[in-house]
């Protein structure tokens, strides 16, 4: 790589990906970030100079670059002289891009997590064949491509499909699977996080679509308390920090011999125990917050919900079809190359009760991030 390394970056708009940004300002680095207009007058650009101000980056002259595009298009909606000018530059290729929205059809997700992370690998090919300094293809994917599994799921390839909790999953795994297949040589690594919750400084999380859901079920449906819901209380899953995960995006990125998968994981003994959880959801929001047994639920309980037809209900049931597996969920994550890359660069992986509650505090004082 050269002394300003050239980095083309998606999903900056969003919570990780903002996230790493910040990680990546005091770098000698040069980011040409793939931005939707989506939404904004000023376009791509003016889209960007809102991150960076939001992340309090100051937005040097030629550091961060807005190219307009879209993962689902063709070599990403970029024009063919743009899309060779950047190849012929950009020396890492990230994508962090992707559609996080459990309750989206297989479709939706197809288009935006698998097609759109081929044509971000296609990308990274053209850079690889045309410039001789291209190191890397960084590919964010999640630990839970482990499915259904039991016991440990380990950092290798997930080759054979798996039962999955939602369709989500399921993207994600196909993304890994045919960038895999299709990869030929060009150096690449995936990336698995598990839940990404909150900062580890003051629990700040802007996405809606993956901690916040869980959280307002908890505090919210029906309204009665006490709350009772579905699960099993040897239930463990597995949150992590957004700046624990960024950082160690960073410092893949500069790894010069970086192993092909990473799980950026709370670790084996370091998983949320149902109680805990509920214990620190009824603190901080002042509900209690009661399990009972999941076969109690998909036996009797749905079936009834299903019957009476009530709005709030088939709601419900449509949010518990997406996330309630996760509520009977016990595997663990070996992040073995993880810890090894924490102990070349010095990463402090939180505790995740810490910033857990700290993430809900957020989300009570902010109304879900929504009064920011
Ligand atoms: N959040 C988690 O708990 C979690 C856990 C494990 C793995 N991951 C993975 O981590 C990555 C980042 O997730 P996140 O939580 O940061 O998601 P996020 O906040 O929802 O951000 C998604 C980003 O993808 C961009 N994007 C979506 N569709 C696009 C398209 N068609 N073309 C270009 N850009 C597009 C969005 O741009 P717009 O602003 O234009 O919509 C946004 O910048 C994803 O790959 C996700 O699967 C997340």
């Not at 990403?76 to 309750?103: C, M, Q, T």
């Not at 045309?130 to 997930?158: H, W």
């Amino acid at each position: 790589m050269s002394n300003t390394t050239v980095i083309f970056l998606t999903g900056v708009t969003g919570y990780l990906g903002s996230r790493l940004l910040v990680q990546l300002s005091n770098l000698p680095v040069k980011i040409y970030c793939l931005v939707r207009p989506a939404r904004s007058e000023n376009g791509a650009q003016g889209r960007l100079l809102k991150i960076l101000e939001d992340n309090n980056i100051t937005p040097e002259e030629g550091k961060y670059i807005a190219v307009e595009g879209d993962i689902r298009k063709d070599k990403l909606g970029i024009s063919d002289e743009k899309y060779l000018s950047l190849s012929r530059e950009v020396e890492v290729v990230f994508h962090s891009a992707a559609s996080v929205n459990f309750l989206s059809t297989k479709e939706a997700l197809k288009s935006i997590n698998v097609v759109g992370a081929i044509n971000v690998m296609n990308f990274a090919q053209r850079c690889y064949a045309n410039n001789q300094s291209f190191d890397k293809f960084c590919l964010v994917s999640t630990a839970y491509v482990a499915g259904k599994t039991s016991g440990v799921a380990e950092e290798i390839p997930v080759t054979k499909a798996r039962v999955f909790n939602n369709n989500y999953e399921e993207s994600k795994w196909l993304a890994e699977q045919r960038v895999v297949e299709e990869v030929d040589d060009l150096p690449y690594v995936v990336i698995r996080p598990s839940i990404i919750i909150g900062s580890a400084i003051d629990g700040r999380a802007e996405s809606q679509n993956v901690i916040y859901g869980p959280f307002r079920i908890m505090i919210q449906y029906d309204n009665k308390k006490p709350q009772w819901l579905p699960g099993y209380k040897s239930t463990r899953l597995d949150f992590v920090p957004v700046d624990y995960v960024a950082e160690c995006c960073r410092h893949i990125i500069f790894e010069k011999d970086p192993k092909p998968i990473y799980h950026l994981t709370s670790g084996p003994d370091n998983q949320a125990g149902m109680n805990n959880m509920f214990k620190s959801v009824s603190d901080v929001f002042s509900v209690t917050v009661k399990l009972y047994p999941y076969w109690l639920f998909d036996m009797f309980i749905k079936p009834f919900l299903k019957l009476r037809k009530n709005k709030d209900d088939l709601k419900f049931l449509r949010i518990a079809d997406a996330y309630g597996n996760y509520m009977k969920y016990k595997t663990q994550f070996d992040d073995r190359n993880t810890a090894e890359l924490r102990y070349k660069n010095g990463i402090v992986r939180p505790s995740w009760n810490d910033v857990f509650t700290k993430s809900i505090r957020y989300a009570k004082d902010t109304n879900f991030a929504r009064d920011v």
